[in-house]
């Protein structure tokens, strides 16, 4: 062994021993360490980005994931299909429902305030039902990749939920009885909110504050597809 590689200790002690990683098929499998709450506030952009990015990786290695957005409606740059959900229907393992609409709660965009009040409140029950269909499966087993949420997930995250609660349209409450709700082997990822979610400290694993530092938007650049849908 020359001098300039590391001893063979090091390279076993490696993810992998020292291969380079090699996509596989994926198949239906069950993780063996989930069961954390994750939490992604912040006025950074990045949040749901974030969250998406736990749901590929989750999914790519064959668990389940549902993705539940709440008050996910956009600006007139925005396009009605993003980029995400098109990927998310290519990619096994992993679905999504969106119960948000045109515009955004408190922006005097011209969108009826009841209507998102209403909608955040669907999510809420929508939120509560999957969490019933999570405790009812066997989370230490596989599930089809092709099966409906209602037969369970590994992974479920509630994009949005916590701008739902800083604006008032479910309360804090509500939110940390979700997450009494959770089945012990399910990982439950919380996002949204530029206020810091104190109510939360204690209930969660793992809290992210994604904080903004320079953005384009201060300086008039609009959405661009791609990048923020």
């Not at 993003?82 to 990927?87: F, L």
């Not at 959770?182 to 996002?191: A, F, I, Q, R």
């Not at 384009?216 to 849908?229: C, K, S, V, Y």
């Given at each position: ?7 063979e200790s ?18 239906a ?13 912040g ?14 990786r989750?999914?790519g290695?064959g ?18 299909v ?6 998310i229907?290519?990619?096994?393992g ?8 045109y515009?955004?709660?408190g922006?005097?965009?011209g969108?009826d305030?009841?209507?998102h ?5 669907a ?13 009812g499966?066997?989370?230490?087993e ?19 939920v916590?701008?739902?609660?800083d ?14 709700a ?10 949204g909110?530029?206020?810091e979610?104190?109510y939360?400290s ?10 903004k530092?320079k953005h ?14």
């Open positions: 062994m020359s001098e300039d590689q590391p001893p090091a390279i076993a002690d490696t993810p992998g021993g020292g291969r380079s990683p090699e996509a596989e098929p994926i198949e499998a069950a993780p063996e360490e989930f069961g954390l709450v994750q939490v992604w506030w006025d950074g952009k990045g949040k749901t980005t974030a969250t998406l990015g736990l749901g590929m989750a999914a290695h668990y389940r994931v549902h993705l539940l957005q709440f008050m996910k409606g956009g600006a007139s740059s925005v396009d009605a993003r980029g995400e959900y098109n990927a229907a290519a990619l096994p992993i679905s999504y429902e969106n119960l948000g609409h515009g955004w709660h922006m005097a965009d969108t305030e009841a209507d009040e209403a909608e955040a409140q999510g809420l029950e929508r939120a509560q039902e999957l969490l019933a269909a999570a405790r499966a066997d989370l230490d596989p599930i089809p990749l092709d099966a409906a949420p209602e037969a369970g997930m590994h992974m479920l995250v509630l994009d949005e916590l701008y739902a609660a604006r008032g349209l479910v309360s804090e409450t509500d939110v940390l009885d979700l997450i009494d959770k089945p012990d082997g399910l990982e439950l990822v919380l996002s909110s530029h206020t979610p104190d939360l204690a209930a969660a694993d793992l809290i992210t504050n994604v904080r530092v384009p938007i201060d300086d008039g650049q609009r959405a661009r597809q791609g990048t923020e849908f």
